[in-house]
């Protein structure tokens, strides 16, 4: 008798484990897609000075003192390129949620909040919100305080940067206690090896 009891509590506590455990994963899925949808359906505003755009391409180009604006966040370049998804069954869907990437080359300023950041050129991915600075000396600025380097990947949702060196020019940083800047934020490290 005293076995078949054990047994029915421990059948009762793991069931209860598992419906907790299972509660929590959907509640966690369900934030998730909430975030990624708020951050997909934040409107993305840009001016230029011409529009280049082909039908049945996946890519529209804005030339010449070309901006553009989302959120706090603002880009100038003198090409800003957006790729849009290329999948035919969601032709229907508005073409802002189907942005992809955004290129931007030519004297590129970039500015989200108090960051300020200079390249030649940027890569920003949609999907995982990242920016790429490449290009002479791109050099990521907060207040007074700035670290450049060959390659600045800025991870936005996980508000980290890494900065890499090409191996002749090494990463450059200034941190001005003033600014209030948090020297964990910032990585540095050597761009990988080749085999």
């Known amino acids: 008798m005293k076995t078949s009891i054990f047994n029915k509590s421990v059948f009762s506590f793991l069931f209860y484990l598992i419906f907790i455990s299972c509660a929590l994963l959907w509640q966690i899925t369900a934030i998730q897609a ?33 901006k553009a604006t989302r959120e706090d966040s603002i880009i100038f370049a003198d090409s800003i390129k957006i790729y849009f998804e290329d999948d035919n069954k969601d032709k229907g ?3 802002q949620n189907n942005i992809k990437k955004i290129v931007s080359t030519g004297n590129v300023r970039y500015t989200d909040g108090e960051r300020k950041a200079f390249a030649d050129k940027a890569v920003y991915t949609t999907k995982d919100e990242i920016l790429i600075l490449t290009g002479k000396s791109p050099k ?4 007074s305080s700035f670290v450049t380097g060959k390659k600045i990947t800025l991870f936005r949702l996980q508000d980290k940067v890494l900065v890499e060196s090409d191996g002749t020019k090494k990463v450059e940083a200034f941190f001005n206690p003033e600014d209030k800047i948090l020297e964990d934020k910032i990585t540095e490290d050597k761009i990988p090896d080749k085999q």
């Open 140 to 143: 990521l600025i907060t207040g």
């Open 34 to 66: 909430q975030t990624q949808t708020k951050v997909k359906e934040v409107p993305l505003h840009i001016v230029s000075d011409q529009m280049v755009a082909q039908k049945d391409t996946s890519m529209v180009e804005f030339i010449g003192n070309a």
């Open 93 to 95: 869907r508005n073409a």
